[in-house]
Each structure stands twice: as structure tokens, then as C-alpha cells.
């Protein structure tokens, strides 16, 4: 093989280490996705299966994929039809499946084997080529669809590729779902099955963008004729870095053709320039130079992950990390729009937004990490509803709106939380910050044998929880705490006090111990921090 090129991974390290010298490589990785029949572990994660394209995610491991899909339905187990929202295979016909992807690697051609697979089982199909994850989710109720195939890792580098499936409900798939495709199709893998393509033929083209803005205006939760009047209106800027992914053309068929709205990034590039694609305070570099060119009185930058299900904030002074516009968007909500119901948060998420939620004597619902545990309280059918339902990795919902997490709902939500208090969002936070207080977040972790992953690890880690109880006293940095409360929702969360915390969880696909930390001070992390790390490794026998 050209240049070491023995297998698709040594190819990506190649391409990956200089993109711009070595894209021409990308032939040799399709040859490896196509030729290399190696069956692989399938495992769903928190968002779907993803692998890397050639090794394990492969032209014949997506194949089985689908075909386990299919083969899930025609068993039509009651637990996972009840899941599902269907009642078994004929329902699945009947209703189609919406097939698409993001700006990926041969992204329509492993579409293509999805439906050609499901076209030969009489399963209706549309095709919606490069679209973003919350159309999905939008669309599945619109179109009364039966569920959808988007083939996309999310914020995943360029050598990736996944595929998240979405039942009837529009919301991610939970584990009865999951783990019955993980079943049957780690079933087949272990007997080393290939399966021949299906060509399609009778594939209908849709556009999911008109039907995700028809939704919108349905629900009603975003008032889009405050955001466009805004625009029209006032002296502001709007800048939308896409990353080369699906979200790009979205705003514009939204808000309109607009010269205060500046759109970054939306060339084809399934390399992605060489970055990660992910909303980092890196990445939002050319967003941040775009508003510090600009003397408008409202600015704002965002920058959406590739398959648009998260997001991240500046007004050109201050990044916005979701951590706390997640609390601004409950805010606003709640005070501005009048909306009921509770919050919903991971438990690795801030709790600046339990502070702004007491005060104004609204429930808290902490989930474990993972966007799919927020559907109890985003159905429309429930008890609790969540004004906000958002995690730390950038992932936000709300009130009457998708079961998925939407990176343009964000955006829709910023500019009307401009519109309507007459402030940029920096303002608007450290208005809040002055009201209920100061919160500083973090996140990092640390590598253990990879031997340990699994139940290993957690069970390991499990002795923190007891040797830490509630009214423990420690020393964090210089001060004496005592530990005010103990959460074990995923993982251990540890609150002290003053209101600072930390959590300890075990990754669940990767060899890594993950800390989530909140402390009073911005100086005050490093003790945090360090206090997380000494657990840890005393608990792993490292210390």
C-alpha cells in the first residue's frame, strides 16, 4: 500500500498529520471500507455507534447494522415495539424511514446500503441526503415517519463515522432499543457474516429543512417573527461558523438572506481542515475575529458541531459555554415566556442553573450523562415537562421541542433572548451571575489500564462514594469542606458546602476515569481539580 498504508488506520494517521498533502489517500480508504469484511463490536454509545471509517466502520458493518434493524422489527418483541412506538415490521413499511446523513466521508454511499437493504424489505424510504440531526427528530413527527438512520459520529474528527437511530418518537434511542441491535447484530458479527449491497431503486428525495421550520413554527416555543423582525430592525451581527457540516444553509433558510448574518466555514471539506469539529473555545477562534471586526450593539457567534446537535456561544467578549446558557435559556424561559415545568440537567452540569432554579422555586431534574435520559421530561405527555433540558457537552432542548438535542434551536433561542431583554448574552449573564451568584465549571480525567474498562472500573471506583459520605470533612486547596450531599445518578458527584462539587465517573468506551468539577472561583479549580485526581487514584490504588 501506498506511503505504509497496510490498513485503514495507519492511512488516517497519514492523512490526519498533514490533510492538505495527503487527501488524495482518501481513495485508499474507501478501497479499505469496501474490501475489508472484518466483522467489528457494536456498541451504541450515549449517541449512537461510531467507528472509524475503513477499520471498523466498514460498507459490510453497516450492512449488518441495517439488516439488524430490520431484523429487530420482524421479531417484534412487545418491550421493543412499545419502545419503539410501533407495532412491529408491517407498521415499519407503512410508515417509512428517513435515511440521511452529515458532510462525511462517503456519507451517500454508505446511505446507499441502507437503503437499498431496507428498499428490498418493502420498507418505505426517504432520502435526505446531507441534513442535520434535529431535522431528523423534526421531521419523524411531520412526516409520521417510523424512524430515521442518520450516519453521522456527531463532533467526531474526520476519520470517523457513525450511525444514531431514532424511533417514531423523534428522540434518541434508549436502551431497549439499543441493546436489541447491539444483540442481534454482534450475533452476526461474531459468525462472520457479509452481506451482498442492494442497489437502490425507487428512493425518494426529501428536504428536511422546510419541515424542520414548519415544526418550529408549530410549536411555537421560538418566536421566529421576533427573531426576524429583530434582524431586520437592529444594528447586530449574527456569525454561524459550520464547520463544513449540515447545518450549513440552515440559518439562511430560516432567518433569510441577511448581510448581518456572516456564515463561516461552509465549504465542502469532509476533513474538516485538519481540526476536530467540535464547539471548543479553540474552534470558535474565527467566529471571535468576525465579532471583533464589528461595532454593532448586538453581536453574536456561534459555532455547531457537524451534524448540528451542539452548540457554543460568544458575544465577541465572553465565551458562553453551555454550562451557562443552558441557565440563561432556563431563565428566559421561565421569566420571559412565562414557560412551567422543571429543569432537566446531567449530573456532570453546572449548578449554576440549580441556583437560579431555587430562587425562582423551580424543580430540579438531574439525569446521568447521555441526552437520550432527558426524554421523560421532554415528552409532551409528561408529568414533569422540562422548560430546559441540557448537558455540559453543549447539548440543549426545551419546552414543546425536539427529544433530541439541537445546536439550531440554540441559535434561535440566543437571538430571541437579544431580541426581547435589549442585551448581548455576556450582559445578560453577568446580570444573572450578579443575582444568583458566580460559577466556574470544568472538566478533565485521567487514563487507567485499559484492562479496567467496564465493571471493572465502576466497581473500583465505587469505594469513593462510601469513604466520602455526606457530613465527611476534607481539605480542598487551603479551606476545611464538608461534603453536603452525595449523588450516585452516573457515577459520584461529591457537593460541598459552599456550593463547589466534583464527580468522578468511569468513561464508558474509553480507558479514562472522567472528572466534572464546579468551583466558587475561577482560581479555586485547581484545588478541585486536584482533590478529584488524589480520589481517584487512591480509590485505583495509583496513589
Not at 415490521?89 to 462525511?104: A, T
Not at 414557560?339 to 449554576?352: C, D, L, W, Y
Amino acid at each position: 500500500m501506498t506511503q505504509g498504508c497496510e490498513n485503514a488506520a495507519s492511512c488516517w494517521k497519514t492523512i490526519l498529520s498533514d490533510v492538505l498533502r495527503n487527501r488524495g489517500l482518501l481513495s485508499l480508504i474507501e478501497k479499505f471500507a469496501r474490501d475489508n469484511k472484518a466483522p467489528a463490536e457494536i456498541v451504541f454509545g450515549t449517541s449512537g455507534w461510531r467507528g472509524e471509517i475503513g477499520t471498523d466502520y466498514t460498507f459490510n458493518n453497516v450492512r449488518v447494522v441495517t439488516a439488524a434493524i430490520i431484523e429487530m422489527f420482524v421479531k417484534g418483541r412487545k418491550p421493543v415495539m412499545e419502545a419503539l412506538g410501533l407495532s412491529g415490521i408491517d407498521e415499519m413499511k407503512r410508515r417509512g424511514v428517513i435515511v440521511g446523513h452529515d458532510n462525511r466521508f462517503l456519507g451517500p454511499d454508505f446511505a446507499a446500503e441502507v437503503i437499498g437493504l431496507l428498499e428490498r424489505e418493502g420498507i418505505g424510504t426517504w432520502y435526505a441526503g446531507e441534513a442535520a440531526t434535529p431535522e431528523f427528530s423534526a421531521a419523524i413527527e411531520v412526516l409520521h415517519a417510523a424512524c430515521s438512520i442518520n450516519l453521522t459520529p456527531s463532533h467526531n474528527p474526520a476519520n470517523y463515522s457513525g450511525f444514531k437511530f431514532n424511533p417514531s418518537d423523534g428522540g434518541p434511542a434508549g436502551s431497549e432499543i439499543t441493546e436489541t441491535i447491539e444483540e442481534i447484530a454482534n450475533g452476526m458479527m461474531r459468525k462472520a457474516t457479509v452481506l451482498q449491497p442492494v442497489r437502490p431503486e425507487k428512493t425518494e428525495r426529501i428536504d428536511l429543512t422546510p419541515l424542520y421550520i414548519r415544526y418550529i413554527e408549530e410549536r411555537k416555543t421560538i418566536g421566529l417573527e421576533r427573531i426576524r423582525a429583530f434582524l431586520d430592525s437592529e444594528d447586530c451581527l449574527i456569525c454561524v461558523d459550520n464547520v463544513h457540516g449540515a447545518t450549513r444553509g440552515r440559518a439562511e433558510a430560516i432567518l433569510g438572506k441577511s448581510g448581518k448574518v456572516r456564515h463561516l466555514r461552509t465549504e465542502d471539506d469532509v476533513l474538516f481542515g485538519g481540526i476536530a469539529p467540535e464547539p471548543s473555545e479553540k474552534n470558535m477562534a474565527g467566529v471571535e475575529k468576525v465579532l471583533a471586526g464589528s461595532s454593532a450593539r448586538f453581536r453574536l457567534g456561534v459555532i455547531m458541531d457537524p451534524d448540528g446537535d451542539r452548540v457554543r456561544f460568544s458575544d465577541g467578549t465572553i465565551q458562553i459555554p453551555m454550562n451557562y446558557f443552558g441557565a440563561m435559556a432556563f431563565h428566559f424561559l421561565h421569566v420571559h415566556k412565562k414557560i412551567q415545568g422543571v429543569v432537566a440537567k446531567s449530573v456532570g452540569t453546572s449548578n449554576f442553573v440549580n441556583a437560579v432554579a431555587g430562587k425562582l422555586g423551580v424543580p430540579v431534574r438531574e439525569t446521568k450523562v447521555g441526552f437520550k435520559n432527558f426524554r421523560p421530561y421532554l415528552l409532551r405527555t409528561a408529568q414533569e415537562r422540562a422548560i430546559v433540558a441540557f448537558e455540559e457537552s453543549d447539548g440543549i432542548s426545551g419546552y414543546n421541542h425536539t427529544l433530541e438535542k439541537d445546536a439550531l434551536f440554540g441559535l434561535l433561542l440566543a437571538i430571541e433572548m437579544m431580541a426581547v431583554t435589549g442585551k448581548n448574552l455576556g450582559e445578560y449573564l453577568g446580570e444573572m451571575m450578579e443575582e444568583f451568584g458566580s460559577y466556574y465549571p470544568d472538566r478533565s480525567g485521567i487514563s487507567v489500564n485499559r484492562s479496567l474498562v467496564g465493571e471493572p472500573l465502576k466497581e473500583k471506583l465505587s469505594v469513593i462514594r462510601e469513604r466520602y459520605g455526606k457530613g465527611t470533612s476534607l481539605r480542598i486547596g487551603g479551606a476545611q469542606r464538608t461534603v453536603s450531599d452525595v449523588i450516585t445518578v452516573d457515577g459520584t458527584k461529591l457537593l460541598f458546602d459552599d456550593g463547589s462539587w466534583l464527580m468522578i465517573r468511569p468513561s464508558g468506551t474509553e480507558p479514562k476515569v472522567r472528572f466534572y468539577i464546579e468551583a466558587r472561583t475561577e482560581e479555586g479549580k485547581k484545588a478541585v481539580f486536584e482533590t478529584a485526581e488524589k480520589m481517584t487514584k487512591e480509590a485505583l490504588g495509583m496513589a
